[in-house]
Each structure stands twice: as C-alpha cells, then as structure tokens.
C-alpha cells in the first residue's frame, strides 16, 4: 500500500478492475482508480488479484 502498487482484481462475476489498494480492513478494501470512481469492494466478491504489471514487462520474453 506504500508503495502504491498498481493491482489487479478479478472478482468472483469474472469482471476485472485495476487500481491501487488505498487501504483494507476485515471485509472489504478501496481500491483506488485513476480517471474512474473509486470502489469499496468486499473481500467475499474477490476471486484473486495480483500486481500489474507494466506493459513493456508483461510482453517481455523470459530468458530461460
């Protein structure tokens, strides 16, 4: 969260948000987005999330 992560959230409806996490307690977190109204998600409608990542490290080919 201090680092202002970019996040990726798929909730459990297969609808995907990007964001970062503002903040979290027990049952929800706020997820923060640019350009678009910030949402108050409960963690029971999270199926997974996970970071970002930036275009250029996403299409980049592994070096095994």
């Known amino acids: 969260m ?15 948000v990007r964001g970062t996490i503002e903040w979290y307690d027990k049952n929800c977190i706020k ?3 640019n350009g678009e109204p910030n949402l108050l998600i409960f963690k ?17 080919p592994s070096e095994e």
Request: charged share 30%; hydrophobic share 45%.
């Open 2 to 16: 201090e680092a202002k992560t970019p996040m990726v959230v798929v909730l459990t409806d297969g609808e995907v």
């Open 44 to 60: 029971h409608a999270i199926k997974y999330l996970y970071k970002d990542l930036p275009p250029a490290e996403a299409e980049a």
């Open 31 to 33: 997820l923060h987005r």
